[in-house]
Nanobody, 122 residues
């Protein structure tokens, strides 16, 4: 069974930056970041698969990348806003994703990490 361990969350002021890391026991076809704010549904943020996909709300501010040699997925969060406050989850799937709709769908993913908290204050 795949294991995913996130780290790098924290508290920052608006406009600040963070880098999240996710060490995976195995690389898979789709590797993504999701987030869930209190009282809201989990939503896709960014994915690396057949292409690179981002939610509209983070385009131009967040960057997803990976280091295959270290089985690690990253999410670089820049120009953070209070509305980015959420628990951020790493997720992987065995299937390739060929559109943003596929790539950022919770249902697509088989494996999940435990999450890391990001808090942005105004």
């Amino acid at each position: 069974q795949a294991q995913l361990v996130e780290s790098g969350g924290g508290s920052v002021q608006a406009g600040g930056s963070l880098r999240l890391s996710c060490v995976a026991s195995a690389l898979r076809a789709s590797m993504a970041w999701f987030r869930q704010a209190p009282g809201k549904e989990r939503e896709g943020v960014a994915c690396l698969s057949a292409g690179t996909y981002y939610a509209d709300s983070v385009k131009g501010r967040f960057t997803i990348s990976r280091d295959d040699a270290k089985n690690t997925l990253f999410l670089h969060l820049n120009s953070l806003k209070p509305e980015d406050t959420a628990i951020y989850y790493c997720a992987t799937a065995d299937d390739w994703s060929f559109s943003a709709i596929e790539a950022l769908s919770v249902r697509r993913y088989n494996y999940w990490g435990q999450g890391t908290q990001v808090t942005v204050s105004s």
